[in-house]
């Protein structure tokens, strides 16, 4: 080879190697967007292809050639106008494919391109930046095909394994786009297609443009719509190119008036004039006999529920209520609940709700906020309160058995001679508030009227299911009571619990139920278990978050044909404003369930950031009109006049800014999308991640916060905590578990439950982007010590290892030990209920109570009784489902199958996953490989009687995995698929010996300890036993000094029986093949420098060529060491995934 070719292959190498850093780097921040014209309210729909063909508008004083500069641009605009984002990637592929130089190297056929819009940018500043851009595309053209294959990082990024991961690309041509037809339907278009559902092809020569798309999912008239909007972009922009690209209109005359005035049609006549307990009033006079509320054996008519209230409500008056006056009302539920809270709107006062409940300091800052005169509680009122609180206030005690106000009359105070009228306030109710202070929302009579107006019109039997702190709880009592409902209250532990809460509604014959969307998701769940009919329940609403119409959904709704699901949209500032009532039958529902259309005399508009409307089936902001919006916040001027402005479009309205993000389906109706600010609604509740900061940053140790709401490993939304420290915080390796069990210890003190965060991660700095704002995808995922977890204990046993199973799968924790607290780790009561239901499935019995007395896993499964169960109850169901035959997963050496746990999760396969039981160990008769399997295969045969068979195995417990095959092919039965995860068999070199793995436990724990005690403990561990090694650890304080010595040296004994079981067995060779996913990483800590064998090129088989024929072995490398490739969550996702792929026969 001569030196010109050898420097010709050199410079290809090189301009491979800078092309692939360019592209891993790029792909590794994979971030999608998320088109507006597809809805998750419509159902799925097979592909049906087509084109549709433009010019470019006349009059552009541009050239034909820059033409299609000009519309990349303009098109990238519009998408981060009508989406919302102004960085995300797209599909890119460019006309240019192939390098120049005859390279065989040639670029993916579709590349990401980064795209970064700035709205306040003028056009031409945001053309230069695109053209930078492909710039860059071109100079990285260069790398392999098979990028993604051999990189294990992208392998990890779940999106890209779809064929086409940009749901929108650009495609350049050189060829024209015109066409004779502008419609072309059922076109494959497979040379220019770059996005799943949408590509924007654009010929470089003359201007012109095509569209291809997914017609099942994108209408044509949306594409019409599209076009029309890019050209009106593009005459802005050469009407005035200075003007913000933010700014340009894009919208026509009459999509304009769609928008703002043929959407809102809503006007209808209601009762304006009247108070919300008029309605009630009008019942009375309709039918005084009538049942208006029951509690438990005790009930009241509507005559005497009013009478009751009004003789308290003349009681109020003479104290001095005075409409719009704030009159707080403390008391748990109860009937004198419902009595106070009609008699305070009877005095003319709006009532200010208190949850017992609640922590004090909560409770004395919204008193100290809101400055009531007037207090009614009971004893659970008073107490939580405290004396201090109360001091300066007139307290009505409703429970008294002698009440002063009974000799008042029963007659309807006169709101005239009060001087009431419908515009003054019904209630106060406060809600988180993003500075830290909760914020008291002002509602007033004639808004809650008309919301009443515009839903429910039956009369029927309803559960008081929210608290009065909980504007539905306002809902809930008047839909009823307008229409001579009942009104059934629920003991406050029958509501927690929803076993109990199912016999309830069965009980009572209860037909209208509201709940929100996490709760009815929870409570069909937990009938999936119980299947009690409910033949009386009618409407069940749901509101607060996001419905999914989620399997459990559809089958509860199945199986009561006579109920109707309906799906409400609203907020404390405007009650309720939209309503959905989904189809009777739930086969046709969609994942994500619209919201509906505005009720009657609601306006809403859908606007930008500059305040103007967004273009039809845009994104964008909710603003709410008309006669539903609340007078604002209490003692708050400034930020009532933020979020509550002058309408622009109908003169005298008030608008209220709700900072949820929507846009319009074809039909008209609405799409609830989410917050386009930092709040976020966690189990119906909405919080403001400012007011948990700002808590937070009161503790000593915390510098700088940040809150998001992620979802769980198990799909719950739950609260993070992201924390910079003082210096005097300690060192940030090893106090993980301390500075969250102490962060949330502070929080919990000053909060409700439900804004407490689950996990707190420490960082050194918060991470920002290239503009300085917080970068949210920069944010880690919380490890196992971002919890507030207890010093790692293994669990012992298996209810201790089932219990563990569960709480990993519901709380998202990687690792649970038998130390660990449920409500400290993010559990609350209606994950109880799930954990309640699960654990029946594996024949635990126990009771929530049980759970609340006793959160500790160790301390709950010392109190649980294990039933008699099939052979096969040790086996832990990791995932149920799946059409292939299952896999199953044998525990480590140390009886351990919490691995299988994470590993199941991320796994994309077809089939359900097994965690298979630890056989027992007898110190008189010790077991053998060959008896073990044995027994495992007994418990194997009642889930999968018959093959074929499929084991995996991590690390020296994969042998008995081996075993178990053993004994399975000589009774003729079938193992196709046998999975080792860094398994050393006997004889190949290794160094995760029980010793080495000791030494690693206690040197884990080493990073808050001084200098000279890890010193020691670094070399003892050497020289020192395992028992006396746990002892030095706890004696230098690595290990707590409550730490069970004693459990660990068990656990060690039980894996060293293990360990001479597995040295006597003679590994036969069998004729299967073996995939031997091993660690990349040798382990260095485990083993000092100069012991290391390293990883050498025969290391990846790790002696399995001892066994089986070299051929039938395949070696896959997985990132991380013996340890980290299952524990750490990047390396873990890419062992899932070649797992997988194993699987399905496809890994090369």
Known sequence: MSDDQVQSISAADELRARGEEFWRRRLEQFSRLHPPFVSSSVAAAPSRWQSSSWFSPSGLAISPQDRSEYLVAAWLIYLARITGQQEFQLGWKPAWDRLQTGSKLVMASVAPMDVRIELAHDFEEVRKTVAAEVAQLRAHASFARDLIARCPTLRG???????????????????????????????????????????????????????????????????????????????????????????????????????????????????????????????????????????????????????????????????????????????????????????????GGAYLPLDPAYPPARLRQIVGDAEPKLLLCDVAGRTALGAEAVADVTVVDLETATPTWGERPPSNPDPGALGLSSRHLAYVIYTSGSTGIPKGVEMSHGALVNSLAGIGTSKLRTLQFATLNFDVSCQELFICWKDGGVLVLVREETRRHFSDLLEFIEREAIERLFLPFVALNHFAEVWSAQRVQLPSLRELYTAGERLQATPLLRTFFEAHPNARLINQYGSTEISVISEHHLAADPSCWPQMPHVGRPIVNTRVYLLDGHGAPVPFGAVGELYIGGAG?????????????????????????????????ARYLPDGNLEFLGRNDDQVKIRGYRIEPGEIVARLCEHAWVREAVVLARQNGGGHKHLIAYVVCAPEAGSDEGGGGALAGALR???????????????????????????????????????????????????????????????????GVERIGRNDHFFELGGYSLLAVQMLGRASNLGLSF??????????????????????????????????????????????????????????????????????????????????????????????KQIQPRGPYRFAGYSSGAILAYAIAERLLSSDEVVSFMAFIDVSLPGASSNASLKNLAREFVLDRCGTLRDEYREVLERDTEQCSISELLEKAQQTGALAPDHDLHSDVSMYQRAAAFQRALQSYRIPSLPIEIYQFYASEPLSRWVPPDKQSGRDANLPKLGSDLVVDAGAIHAVPVPGNHATMVSNPENRQVLAHTISTALIGTLE
Not at 758 to 786: C, H, I, M, W
Not at 883 to 909: H, I, K, N, R, T
Not at 915 to 925: G, K
């Open 745 to 811: 210890a502070h929080l919990s003190a000053r909060l409700p439950d439900y804004m407490v965060p689950s996990a707190f991660v420490r960082l050194a700095a918060l991470p920002l982007t290239v503009n300085g704002k917080l970068d949210r995808n920069a944010l880690p995922a919380p490890s196992d010590q971002a919890y507030a977890l207890a010093a790692y204990q293994l669990p012992q046993g298996e209810v201790e290892t089932a219990l563990a199973q569960i709480w990993a799968e519901l709380l």
């Open 629 to 661: 919006v609340a007078r604002g916040y209490l003692n708050r001027p400034e930020l009532t006049a933020e979020r509550f402005i002058a309408s622009p479009f109908v003169e005298g309205d008030r608008l209220y800014r709700t900072g949820d993000l």
């Open 157 to 347: 990024v779940v999106a890209l394994r779809a064929r086409q991961p940009w749901p929108i690309g650009i495609a350049i041509t050189t060829e024209s786009c015109h066409a004779a037809d502008a419609l072309t339907t059922n076109h494959k278009a497979g040379h220019a297609l770059c996005g799943d559902l949408l590509t924007f092809e654009v010929c470089a020569l003359d201007g012109s443009f095509r569209w291809h798309f997914d017609a099942a999912r994108l209408a044509p008239k949306q594409i019409d719509r599209m076009t029309q909007h890019l050209q009106t972009l593009l005459r802005g922009v050469m009407a005035d190119a200075g003007q913000p690209v933010g700014r340009i209109d894009i919208l026509a005359a009459d999509e304009r008036t769609y928008l703002l005035e043929d959407l809102n049609r809503t006007a209808a006549p209601y009762p304006f004039e009247l108070c919300i307990h008029e309605l009630f009033e009008a019942q009375v006079q309709k039918a005084p006999e009538a049942v208006a509320v029951v509690y438990e054996k005790e009930r009241l008519s509507y005559g005497e529920l009013n009478a009751r209230a009004n003789r308290l409500a003349h009681h109020l008056i003479e104290l001095g209520v005075k409409p719009d006056q704030p009159v707080a009302i403390c008391l748990e539920r109860s009937l004198a609940m419902v009595v106070g809270l009609l008699a305070i709107l009877k005095a």
């Open 847 to 940: 009771s929530a109570t049980d759970l609340f007395r006793a959160p500790v896993l160790k301390e709950l499964a010392s109190q649980i009784c294990l039933q008699v169960q099939p052979s096969n109850s040790a086996v832990i169901s990791v995932r149920p489902n799946g059409s292939q035959p299952p896999l199953f997963f044998v525990p480590s050496g140390f009886g351990d199958c919490s691995y299988v746990l994470g590993l199941a999760a991320e796994m994309d396969a077809d089939c359900s996953v097994y965690a298979l039981p630890w056989p027992p160990f007898d110190d008189v008769r010790p077991p053998t490989f060959e008896a073990m399997a044995a027994e495992v295969i007994v418990a194997i």
